[in-house]
């Protein structure tokens, strides 16, 4: 049977553009009418980039897509998607149970085998399901859909036009059990249907060897540069009216707190940062009481006034001028090592504001927070570590994914190989202060020995297989959490340094056989402890990130974009160095002249001045 007729089904859980928008019942889960300037990158505009972002950006075309009784059609722009490069990805509420559409126009001008848009999770990770294809390389050419799999399902007899607007719906069926989740497409170049039709352009579909997912975003891919692809009016909702046929109205849903928001910084004995960002422009309003205190509603919170005899410890208003910007503010004069709750909730900005339901509560425990001795990310190389390599011929290297850098190892190159490699920190000096302990992030992937964590205080500093091999190590290991596998990141936890003196080194030591090569990434590899006695206090909550500590000849600034200069000073006031800002995240300083001890680095920002202190070693 010919399954165009005047629709398509698309049982979607693989679109993957993460949404930020409010559940609620009977409205949009998404909707995104691309109502921007031509040009504009959609990284600037709530999404985000999961894949080599930056590179063949996907921008806006204008004018958008018409599609007669859609309403979504003819409003703004469209998304571009067109090239071998970024792929983007907006957030939804997640869903884990019923159905989840997503209808959106598309109109192909170039086509290429391959998927070009699905569902994800959140955070995204790399289980996308279902996935959109583009079938055929010529005009016509077929659209497919698979469940998560890289071989689509085509539509049967499907013969498509380049230059034609089709709308199209994709339809993720959460089932109870595992790996039976069920997925559709609709295909529609005519009426639209007022009801779901019984039967689907492709489908229904299910893979028992594909995993299931909680869809919380839609996605769309470029794979090669020959697609051309027009997206435009994407709605996502959790039925066939509220994501076809509803008419689309005004704003009627409440802001959203970006992912990672509401959250707790700078956390010191008496005071903390908040910082929130929300998927629209408007207010956040917060409150703080004791931690045994009953919960405020919205309205209370709103308010900042005393309730059912509570008295807020502290509150507040943030204003949130642009989507997707963190902002904050300074929660000050709370008592030391005491527990708190902050509570905190949104408006937007409409004339009538609508507002949270309830507020998110975060809990707060106020003392003074270790200072940061060294500080490794490999956001841009593997520096200030150290490559080794011993035998084989693959290296540590630095490798990106989803616009995260980390240090990163395999030994499989066509086929397993023999490799030993280590990748060593410089000398980390213990002296200098009390309670150290380090910590890292790794994840792995594939069947291959487990990397080693070794430490030694008596390695030269020489990084060659000789001084290695002179040197003691001790496998440290056993101390730490490491990834069980599909490169999933896990947290080492914390391990005290209290039996170690002196300098030490901490190495990751790789090896791979015949029998097997895993993929190993190290990440945020963080010595912390409190500095010895200085006389002077940091005077501010640590807002800049300044490693190594102790620093022999350079001096790194992270976070410094709020900076306008930063200025060292010795204990005695004098000053040494002054370094200009304009606004760079990372500042550089070179210390190697200076005389080993403590000094302070005062910062000149816009809320005034900020100091931290370092040991030079």
Request: with cysteine; proline share 5%.
């Amino acid at each position: 049977m010919k399954r165009i007729l005047h629709l398509l089904q698309i049982t979607l859980a693989t679109l993957c553009f993460v949404f930020s928008v409010a559940t609620v019942k009977a409205q949009p889960l998404l909707v995104e009418n691309f109502d921007y300037e031509a040009g504009a990158l959609l990284t600037a505009y709530g999404w985000t980039a999961h894949s080599v972002g930056g590179t063949q950006a996907i921008d806006v075309v204008v004018p958008g897509l018409t599609f007669d009784g859609y309403p979504l059609s003819n409003i703004g722009g469209a998304a571009l998607v067109d090239n071998n490069g970024e792929d983007v990805h907006r957030k939804f509420t997640v869903q884990t149970s019923g159905k989840v559409y997503a209808a959106f126009m598309v109109q192909v001008n170039g086509s290429v085998d391959g998927y070009f848009l699905h569902f994800g999770g959140d955070p995204i990770g790399t289980t996308f399901r279902p996935k959109l294809f583009l079938v055929g390389t010529g005009d016509p050419f077929n659209f497919g859909l698979s469940v998560g799999s890289n071989t689509a399902t085509p539509v049967d007899g499907g013969v498509f036009s380049f230059g034609k607007t089709y709308l199209l719906v994709m339809k993720y069926e959460i089932v109870e059990g595992e790996k039976n989740d069920i997925v559709s497409l609709y295909i529609i170049d005519g009426n639209i249907p007022d009801t779901e039709p019984e039967t689907p352009s492709i489908g229904p579909l299910t893979d028992s060897a594909q995993s299931d997912i909680n869809p919380g975003c839609i996605a769309m891919r470029q794979f090669n540069a020959g697609q051309k692809v027009i997206v435009d009016g994407i709605r996502v909702a959790t039925s066939w009216a509220d994501a076809v046929t509803a008419a689309l109205g005004g704003d009627t849903f409440p802001p959203q707190f970006s992912a990672g928001f509401p959250k707790i910084s700078g956390i010191s004995s008496t005071g903390a940062t908040l910082e929130v960002s929300l998927d629209e422009p408007g207010q956040v309003f917060y409150m703080v009481v004791s931690n045994d205190a009953a919960a405020p509603t919205t309205d209370e919170v709103i308010a900042g006034t005393p309730y059912g005899g509570v008295t807020p410890v502290a509150q507040g208003t943030i204003s949130v001028a642009e989507a997707g910007t963190p902002y904050i503010a300074s929660l000050t004069g709370l008592a030391d090592k005491t527990d708190y709750d902050i509570f905190v909730v949104a408006l937007d900005d409409e004339t009538t504001p609508n507002k949270q339901a309830e507020p998110v509560k975060l809990e707060l425990f106020t003392e003074t927070q270790p200072d940061i001795l060294f500080f490794a990310d490999f956001e841009t190389s593997l520096e200030p570590f150290t490559q080794v390599n011993i035998t084989g011929d693959q290296e540590w290297k630095i490798a990106t994914y989803n616009n995260n850098s980390y240090a990163y190892m395999n030994g499989y190159a066509s086929g397993n190989k023999e490799n030993t490699d280590w990748l060593i920190s410089p000398a980390i000096n213990l002296d200098t202060a009390d309670n150290i302990k380090v910590s890292f992030r790794t994840a792995m992937n594939y069947k291959g020995p487990d990397i080693k964590v070794m430490i030694s205080s008596d390695f030269t500093g020489i990084y060659t297989a000789s001084d290695i091999g002179a040197a003691t190590w001790t496998d440290i290991t056993s101390e730490f959490e490491l990834s069980t596998g599909g490169y999933n990141w896990q947290a080492s936890g914390e391990f005290a340094l209290s039996s170690y003196s002196g300098k030490v080194y901490i190495a990751f030591v790789y090896t791979s056989t015949t029998e097997g090569a895993a993929g190993w990434e190290v990440d945020d590899f963080k010595v912390t402890g409190f500095v010895k006695g200085t006389g002077i206090g940091q005077t501010t909550t640590p807002e800049f990130t300044l490693y190594p500590v102790p620093a022999r000849t350079e001096l790194f600034i992270d976070n410094a974009g709020k900076a306008d200069r930063a200025d060292l000073y010795d204990l005695s006031g004098r000053l040494h160095l002054s370094v200009a800002n304009t606004g760079a995240a990372r500042l550089r300083m070179e210390v190697g002249h200076l005389t080993p001890g403590i000094y302070l680095v005062r910062f000149t920002t816009a809320d005034g001045p900020r100091v931290q202190k370092f040991v030079k070693d």
